[in-house]
Nanobody, 129 residues
Framework: VQLQACGGGFVQAGASLRLSCAAS????????MAWFRQAPGKEREFVGS????????YYTDSVKGRFTASRDNAKNTVYLQMDSLKPEDTAVYYC???????????????????????WGKGTQVTVSS
């Protein structure tokens, strides 16, 4: 599976962005998808995950209520709607896929434990104050 994220940009605090991640291959619906981010000088951190069906989502506390993950298995695409953006959301955002873990389990993993099967190239999100 190849993943390609896009949709990043430079926005003011309070604005919204929607990231997209398109996947190649015919088995997209078999993968749990997740979003991660990495700010300069910091470890990569989990942002959110979405189950294979899209019915379940999990988020890190700092984005709960502001970010929403969704997926369209017919289009092999996962999205991250980011609302009420804050300067601390500034980071490179990555999408990733896992064949066997579930979305809840991914949300409980810490830096260094992210054993995703596939990673996309990141997309930069910059939020100015």
């Amino acid at each position: 599976v190849q993943l390609q994220a896009c949709g990043g940009g430079f926005v003011q605090a309070g604005a919204s962005l929607r990231l997209s991640c398109a996947a190649s291959g015919r088995t997209f619906s078999s993968y749990v998808m997740a979003w991660f981010r990495q700010a300069p000088g910091k470890e990569r951190e989990f942002v959110g995950s979405i189950s294979r069906s899209g019915n379940s989502t999990y988020y890190t506390d700092s984005v709960k209520g502001r970010f929403t993950a969704s997926r369209d298995n017919a289009k092999n695409t996962v999205y991250l709607q980011m609302d009420s953006l804050k300067p601390e959301d500034t980071a490179v955002y990555y999408c990733a896929a896992h064949r066997f873990r579930n979305a809840l389990h991914l949300s409980m993993m810490g830096p260094g434990d992210y054993d995703m099967d596939f990673w996309g190239k990141g997309t930069q999100v910059t939020v100015s104050s």
